[in-house]
């Protein structure tokens, strides 16, 4: 039997969904690691780089865990009053 006739046939949809995902995870994987470097989230942003999940960890990071840090971080900075200098009246 010719098991090779059903794997050329698909082949060019593998290659089409292949192509699919690689640009998915490519959208996905660059506007977190751009949000993890914003948000100076280096350990995200190595796990980030180093896993391949299509997409799937980043799109968590960008919606959960990237909004939880920058919330964190607008609460432990302290508002700075700008100040202003008072000029002397002679």
């Avoid at 006739?5 to 292949?18: D, I, R, S, Y």
């Avoid at 100076?40 to 180093?50: P, Q, S």
């Avoid at 999940?53 to 968590?60: C, K, S």
Wanted: proline residues 3%.
């Amino acid at each position: 039997m010719d098991y090779t006739g059903w794997l050329v046939n698909l082949a060019p949809n593998l290659t089409m969904l292949f192509v699919l995902l690689l640009i998915w995870s490519l959208i996905w994987k660059g506007i977190a690691l751009w949000k993890a470097a914003h948000n100076n989230d280096k350990a995200w942003f190595i796990a980030l780089l180093i896993l391949n999940t299509i997409g799937i960890l980043e799109i968590f990071y960008i919606f959960v865990f990237s909004k939880r840090n920058s919330e964190e971080s607008k609460q432990s900075k302290p508002e700075s009053k700008p100040e202003t200098k008072q000029s002397d009246k002679k």
